[in-house]
């Protein structure tokens, strides 16, 4: 049965209205792809071992679940939208050959300084009904030809931004996270090149937009096509996949808000830096301040995560 899709407008869309549910296949070309979008081989996607067990990145379907609204609104016609915050939770290893059900939900919709804004939550469930993620995106609508203005030129490197506010910059840079882990210590940053095809394998060639079209983009008024935020969200999530291990693709929260423009050609550092420990159960999680940011010190994505040690 043919599914007739709505045009893509906030007016259309109602808080309560679900989405889904869609199917996502963990093959061998999905991981693959992914590790090369986001610059990011670690041999447990890579590499098939002795059990036979192989992993996908604990970002592999953020931009699936971001994109569920597709299961009942057509992506081809209506407004724009510029993603403006996202919040996710790792909550269980996707691993090859799964195949992982998506569903989702509007939550809220809203005008702020006469921008709409609609709010939706998706999650992700294998074939034994696990949930694997879930996750939480704002979107500005209704954007408009020549509405996305390139901003001002970047702050000099000697004009860097300070760390947000409350976080003790200075304390060690450590490899790892334990117990021990004292607040301020600083995680191993994570420095990535973009180039453009990358930018197109993460969003995907199904119709044309600012991230893999260059005329869309210039009628939005950007020089050149932009990576979605979730890329820089997905940096972030490696630096602290290898601070903080299985816990964090068990358990790992993050929430940040996208401030700036990414393109091609950018070398983007993604840090994050201890603020505080709280006890949970017998365990303690690590709250981090975490951002990226690009070669001349202009922040590009800001916001927190935790994990537990």
């Known amino acids: 049965m043919t599914v007739s899709l709505k045009e893509r407008r906030w007016d259309l869309m109602e808080v309560g209205e679900e989405l889904g549910p869609i199917s996502v296949a963990v093959d061998d070309h999905k991981i693959k792809a992914f590790a090369y979008a986001v610059d990011d081989y670690d041999p447990a996607y890579m590499v098939r071992r002795p059990t036979g067990d192989r992993i996908g990145h604990p970002a592999l379907l953020c931009n699936d679940l971001f994109h569920v609204r597709k299961s009942k609104y057509d992506y081809n016609t209506g407004e724009a939208g510029l993603h403006a915050k996202q919040e996710y939770e790792f909550l269980n290893s996707v691993r090859l050959g799964q195949t992982i059900t998506l569903t989702g939900r509007f939550v809220d919709k809203y005008i702020r300084r006469e921008k709409t804004y609609i709010v939706f939550e998706a999650e992700g469930t294998d074939e034994d009904g696990r949930l694997v993620n879930r996750g939480r995106s704002t979107i ?80 939005a008024g950007l020089p050149d096509i932009i990576a979605q935020g979730l890329m820089s969200m997905t940096y972030i999530s490696e630096a602290l996949n290898d601070f903080f291990g299985k816990t964090w693709q068990q358990g790992g929260k993050i929430s940040v808000t996208f401030i700036a423009p990414v393109y091609p050609g950018d070398v983007i550092t993604s840090s994050a830096v201890v603020r505080e420990k709280v006890a949970e159960g017998r365990r303690q999680r690590l709250m981090l301040d975490v951002w990226s940011e690009n070669a001349s010190g202009r922040r590009v994505t800001v916001g927190n995560a935790s994990a537990l040690v």
């Not at 394998?201 to 009628?219: K, M, N, P, V, Y």
């Open 140 to 219: 500005m609508m209704g954007l408009r030809p020549g509405v996305m203005k390139e901003p001002a030129p970047a702050p000099a490197p000697e004009a860097k931004a300070e760390a947000p506010a409350a976080t003790i910059v200075g304390g060690p840079v450590l490899g790892r996270a334990s117990k021990d882990t004292p607040i301020g210590a600083q995680v191993k940053p994570m420095v990535k090149f973009i180039n453009a095809g990358q930018v197109v394998i993460f969003t995907g060639t199904d119709r044309r937009s600012i991230h893999t079209d260059l005329q869309t983009a210039r009628a």
